[in-house]
């Protein structure tokens, strides 16, 4: 291409040249022509490496979106764009294998996400979220922010964060994209035990060391006991998700901090754990006997990706303290308040290429799980009884299209209420 170019320019100026021109006038032209050659490949070198510099940036980014704590590509790209557009969201169907009857098919959540590049140092997050597709008086969806919060770099490897952000705990809650977790639904320990999206307003500081560890630490809201309600199963369900704020006017007198390490030093393995704690009376008149009552849950995890295989695991653990008097007042009712629940799960995939961008990962999940694992005593046959153990196995595969588009497939067999075995169908994308 070169020396086409060259020998073009060389001929267009010897045609310009007279016949009569003597040696020296050619010459000249020649040297002339040389000089803007010179000057013309200065300029195709310089564009080549602008090129190659965004093709590398590009690339950063990809390689970098597996391990980003939010989950996503576009967060990481907006050090590129000053304003980024991310989302996820997933289609679900359940079939139970007692009573088909009860067989669903449910938008289960559309996420969009926008954030904005002040400067190098200072950038906006934020997710807004639709869950079962329709949100009304009438409707059981919901529209809820799930992020919203400044990110800002106070020096190397060293950020502040402020506003309402996840709660760095366990291995789902800060990325749980569909295309991120192996079956359909999410698992039982990081939703009953770990509420899933656990989101707080307040302010952090993170960061990481060149040795591999990373750490976030953070004074945030907290739970609000007075909105426990004995008379509905959702804190059997989930003890900490039927009181969560989820900073819609939340009350926050008693503020709570957390503290959570993670060691990632060696490629393709994570290892850590977290602890949250804070009061949770909240000032709430109404449970003033249990004004002390405090709010404790801790975790460990751990993952490892040695080539295509994907173990994982997670145990955690939580206590509501000083409970005693107001569960008396509770009394008759179906659901008083637990002094300790827990859960752990152990997971193993493998990921089969196949041809174009197509994989397969079967997996199978074991967990065990129990919200109401013991009560405070308020005396002899008021003290409610353990609740049982859950067991579950879950057994399926994710089938991608691409890294951002998942079809999933999976059974889950239940130990004590079996009638909740159910096969699973689900679609689920991130963009």
Known sequence: MKRLTLSVMIAAACAAVPAHADEAELRAKVDQLSAQLDALKAEIKAMHSQTEAIATQQET??????????GTAEKIASAIEPLTIWGYGEINYNRPKHDSSETRMDLRRAVFGFGYRFNENTRFMSEYEVEHAVASADDTGEVEVEQFYIDHKLADSVNLKAG?????????????EPTHYYGVERNFVETAIIPSTWREGGAAIYGGTESGIAWDVGL???FDLGKWDPA??????SPLGSVHQELQ???????????????????????GGSVFTGKVSQGNQDIRVASNAR???????TRWTPGDFDLSAVYAKGTISDTTDLNATFVGNDTLIPKEFWGWYTQAAYKVALPSTYSI????RYERFNTGASYS??????????????????????FNLNPNVVFKVDYQRFKEDTDRNRFDLGLGLAF
Request: aromatic share 10%; proline share 6%.
């Open 61 to 70: 980014i990809v390689r970098a979106a597996p391990t980003a704590s939010n």
């Open 164 to 176: 309402l952000f996840l709660i760095p705990m366990g291995l789902l809650n800060e990325s749980h």
């Open 220 to 222: 945030t809201t907290g």
């Open 232 to 237: 509905s199963d959702e804190g059997k369900e």
């Open 249 to 271: 006017n939340a009350k926050a007198r008693d503020l709570s901090t957390y503290v959570a390490l993670n060691y990632r030093g060696v490629p393709g393995w994570v290892a």
């Open 295 to 301: 709010v404790t849950l801790w975790d460990a995890h």
């Open 361 to 364: 990962s079967p997996f199978v």
């Open 377 to 398: 005593d308020i005396g002899a046959g008021l003290t409610p009884d353990t609740l049982a153990t859950e067991a579950v196995w879950t057994y399926g595969f994710n």
